[in-house]
């Protein structure tokens, strides 16, 4: 009797729906879930990881805006010595396209739920900017960079590594 109920599959008693977490074939269904997925998009801005806190002394280090008073970050940007291993320019770099996978996300369900046209314009306009203004700052820094404007469809190396855009 056990050996027969291993056997049989439990497909018509389970329900095999996750209910854990939110995906995008779940979500982005009203106008309030658009503008909360905007406000993530804009949350990105707050991170630690640009103008929340690393960035913000770096960013301007070069002229007259910044500075740095911390002896052991003298070997790293804020000593003026730029290094491809510097943990807190990756970190830059990663959160510009966590960002960018933010706004694409949004982007790509803008029509899914029924609403206000106004409204959705203007939800796409915010979010077209944002975006638009992560890939400047990525281009400002790093020059040509992959310019990503629709969420990879698998996690395959080929759709994730791509090829720089000219910054042009």
């Given at each position: ?31 309030a879930q658009l503008q909360t997925a905007l406000n993530g998009v804009y949350a990105t801005l707050k991170s ?76 796409k306009g915010q979010t077209l900017f944002l975006r638009s203004y992560f890939y400047f700052m990525l281009v ?17 190396v080929e759709s994730l590594h791509l090829p720089g855009t000219p910054a042009k």
């Amino acid at each position: 009797l056990c050996f027969g109920l291993i056997l049989t599959s439990c497909e018509k008693f389970l329900d095999t729906t996750p209910k854990d977490f939110l995906s995008p074939k779940n979500y982005y269904e009203t106008e309030a879930q658009l503008q909360t997925a905007l406000n993530g998009v804009y949350a990105t801005l707050k991170s630690s990881n640009l103008y929340g806190n690393y960035m913000l002394g770096r960013m301007g280090i070069e002229a007259d805006e910044g500075f740095n008073a911390f002896t052991n970050e003298l070997a790293t940007v804020g000593g003026y010595n730029v290094s491809a291993n510097d943990i807190k320019i990756e970190a830059f770099w990663k959160e510009l396209y966590i960002g960018i996978n933010k706004a694409n996300l949004l982007l790509d369900n803008i029509d899914k739920p029924s609403m206000d046209a106004t409204k959705r314009g203007v939800i796409k306009g915010q979010t077209l900017f944002l975006r638009s203004y992560f890939y400047f700052m990525l281009v400002s820094y790093f020059g040509n960079v992959p310019m990503v404007l629709k969420t990879p469809a698998s996690s395959s190396v080929e759709s994730l590594h791509l090829p720089g855009t000219p910054a042009k």
